[in-house]
Structure formats: C-alpha cells, structure tokens
C-alpha cells in the first residue's frame, strides 16, 4: 500500500461522519448514501492523487462527496420511480395469493388511496403530466408533444408529483 494511499485512508476514516451527513443532505435513504461514500472511496484509491498536494484535503473530500451525491440525485431524477397501477398487478400463482395477509391487503389499499388522493391534489397540469406518463405509459417526449410543452417542463412536472406522492406518504407512515 502507497503511502497516499495510508494517508487517503487516515482521512476518509477521520471525515467518515462529516462525509456521510454531507450526502445524506442530497440523499437521505442510507443505503443509497453509503453507496455514494462506496464510490468515493473507490475513487480516492483509484486516483493518483497525494493528498500532501492538496491545500485542503478535508474540503477536497467533501467536494467529492457532494459531486457524487449530486450525480446520484441526477440518476435518480432521469429514472424516477415507477408507480404501477394496482389494476395491472396479476397473481403470479397460487404460492403468491398464500403468503398475502388481510392486514397487508388492508394497508396496501389504505397506501393506495393516500397516493390517489395525494395525485387528486396535484396542480392540474402536473397532474395531467403524471398520469399521461404514469398511468398511460407515455415517454416524456410523447407527453411534451402532446400537452405542447417542453421535455425539461414534463420532467418537472414529473419531479413535482412523485416528491409530493413521496412526502404525502411519508407523512401518513409516520
């Protein structure tokens, strides 16, 4: 091992809680923000950088942690999650219909209604946005084109509708 790669080491193990909290600004989910200090451990190792070269090797790292945490953000947005509707969900046989319990039945219906009523109090256009590309299964330039408005406006539509969807459930789980 190279001496800056020891050095390297030393500092990412001091910083390791700085670090972390400084993604968790951008990613709160802890698996997702451990991935990213993953990656910039990887990085730091993979670098042939001397740490004794930089003039401030703390804020060098923690740089490199918001860079990458916003970069996971980015991926994040570009593929935001799927909602599916319940209604396409089929049983994939019998073991499956076995394992399911009335309480989980009743808490995926109650989960299900948050989320229509959170849609229902959606902006109307974000709304419009979101159920074209969601419930009908338009690709955003589809939907641009259709509503006559920009891709970048139908991301952020997109955007908008599932942090709201995200932040109502939130809420009623807690």
């Given at each position: 091992m190279a001496v800056c790669?020891?050095?390297?080491?030393?500092l990412y193990q001091q910083y390791h809680g700085r670090l972390l909290r400084q993604v968790q600004k951008y990613l709160p989910a802890r698996d997702e923000s451990h991935d990213v200090l993953q990656d910039l451990y990887v990085q730091l190792r993979q670098?042939?950088?001397?740490?004794?070269k930089i003039d401030n090797p703390p804020a060098f790292l923690m740089r490199m942690a918001t860079n990458l945490a916003i970069d996971a953000l980015r991926r994040n947005n570009r593929n935001p999650v799927e909602f599916t509707d319940p209604a396409d969900i089929r049983d994939t046989g019998?073991?499956?219909?076995?394992?399911?319990t009335p309480e989980q039945i009743s808490s995926d219906r109650q989960r299900l209604d948050i989320i229509r009523q959170a849609v229902d109090?959606?902006?109307?256009?974000?709304r419009?946005?979101?159920l074209l590309?969601?419930?009908d299964h338009l690709g955003t330039t589809e939907v641009a084109?259709?509503?006559?408005?920009?891709?970048?406006?139908?991301?952020?539509h997109l955007r908008q509708a599932l942090g709201h969807c995200k932040q109502v459930l939130a809420r009623h789980e807690n």
């Open positions: 790669d020891r050095s390297w080491d030393s670098r042939n950088v001397d740490p004794a019998a073991g499956a219909s076995q394992s399911v109090d959606l902006p109307p256009r974000c419009e946005v979101f590309c969601k419930r084109e259709k509503l006559g408005i920009s891709r970048n406006m139908v991301e952020k």
